[in-house]
């Protein structure tokens, strides 16, 4: 018997492939990666740069929609170590971004 276990997030993950900018809050230091998917209460990136659980992060997402980066706040959940030296990182953020996760959602959703 097989038995599924349902994702518990409030908020699907979309897809996506954006560049980010961030600043670990705690060291003062900035960083840069690629963003695979979002959510109104979270960012999962690729990087170069580690980062620890918990670390404090600013994080600036290029919405290529015309209007300002997306700024928001949140803290690391999780980091892992890839193959190639680089980590994917999963970001819990502060407060739900319905506003930019709707930005990134109309990027892939033809609109009349």
């Given at each position: 018997?097989?038995?599924?276990?349902?994702?518990?997030?409030?908020?699907?993950?979309?897809?996506?492939?954006?560049p980010l900018r961030f600043m670990?809050?705690?060291?003062?230091?900035?960083?840069?990666?690629?963003a695979c998917d979002v959510s109104?209460?979270?960012?999962?990136?690729?990087?170069?740069?580690?980062?620890?659980?918990?670390?404090?992060?600013?994080?600036?997402?290029?919405i290529p929609d015309g209007f300002?980066?997306?700024?928001?706040?949140?803290?690391?959940?999780?980091?892992?170590?890839?193959?190639?030296?680089?980590?994917?990182?999963?970001?819990?953020?502060?407060?739900?971004?319905?506003?930019?996760?709707?930005?990134?959602?109309?990027?892939?959703?033809?609109?009349?």
């Open positions: 018997m097989r038995i599924l276990v349902k994702d518990k997030r409030l908020f699907e993950r979309i897809a996506t492939d954006l670990d809050l705690d060291a003062n230091k900035v960083g840069h990666g690629q109104a209460k979270g960012v999962g990136f690729i990087s170069s740069e580690p980062l620890k659980p918990r670390t404090s992060l600013g994080i600036w997402l290029d300002a980066d997306l700024y928001t706040q949140g803290s690391v959940a999780w980091s892992r170590p890839l193959f190639d030296g680089r980590y994917r990182i999963g970001v819990e953020l502060a407060r739900p971004e319905l506003m930019g996760f709707s930005r990134v959602l109309r990027l892939n959703q033809p609109f009349a």
